[in-house]
């Protein structure tokens, strides 16, 4: 069983659409973050949200937290090729050791 | 601020021969954590270990695999016998403080891409 199921799994838009990308479960974590990772490198960290219905805002992207703290939304604007990537949510129960990740979302901005 | 460095960057290896990933963290962290992402899955936790102890490796497979982290260098993670199945990146990320239900951030390297012929 999957902890962090995200939606959609793939995701192919032209530029210049919004875009919103779904991270649940019904666990309740202590802290979310979001990353992106490129072919070939390491996850890089884009936030982590920590309150429940925090959100956060980083350029043309937007991070929500659940009220209940069991679930995440990223939301961009006005999307560009460079957003191009593979975003996984992870998070952190309360008493663990290390990060549950989502499934992922492979996003493809088309110029 | 160097990041957190892994070496080798890829590593071929033959069934039956051991695979040695290594993993410096970011200066200033003594928390390690290691991950293993096979293709087309999910990143997995496998161990999470402090200078000198491992805390928890409830991810480690039961056989063949170790980790250790010394009071002086790199943290490795060792593979014996490897199967083909072994064939996947691995990940290394380090904290400042351990996560245990802090808000504290786990920072990743590049990953050692281990395929196994």
């Known amino acids: 069983t999957q902890l962090l199921e995200q939606s959609p799994q793939f995701l192919s838009i032209q530029e210049g659409e919004n875009l919103t990308v779904y991270c649940n479960s019904s666990?309740?974590?202590?802290?979310l973050q979001w990353y992106r990772q490129e072919p070939g490198e390491g996850p890089v960290l884009l936030v982590t949200?920590?309150?429940?219905?925090e959100v956060k805002k980083l350029k043309r992207l937007t991070f929500q937290f659940g009220d209940a703290r069991k679930d995440s939304s990223l939301h961009i604007t006005a999307a560009q090729p460079g957003d191009t990537g593979l975003y996984l949510c992870a998070g952190v129960q309360t008493g663990a050791n290390n990060l549950f990740f989502g499934t992922g979302t492979r996003l493809t901005v088309i110029p | 601020n160097a990041g957190v460095m892994q070496n080798p960057r890829h590593l071929v290896r033959r069934r039956g021969q051991e695979a040695r990933l290594r993993c410096s963290p970011m200066k200033g962290h003594s928390h390690v954590y290691w991950y293993r992402q096979l293709p087309e899955e999910g990143l997995k936790f496998m161990v999470y270990l402090q200078k000198e102890n491992i805390i928890d490796e409830s991810g480690m497979p039961k056989e063949r695999f170790s980790a250790e982290f010394p009071k002086e260098g790199p943290s490795i993670l060792r593979i014996q016998q490897v199967v083909r199945g072994d064939s996947a990146a691995y990940f290394c990320?380090?904290?400042?403080?351990?996560?245990?239900?802090?808000?504290?951030?786990?920072?990743f390297g590049p990953g050692t891409r281990l395929t196994v012929l």
């Open positions: 990320a380090s904290s400042p403080l351990g996560t245990s239900g802090s808000t504290d951030t786990q920072y």
């Open positions: 949200v920590v309150t429940g219905g």
């Open positions: 666990s309740v974590f202590s802290s």
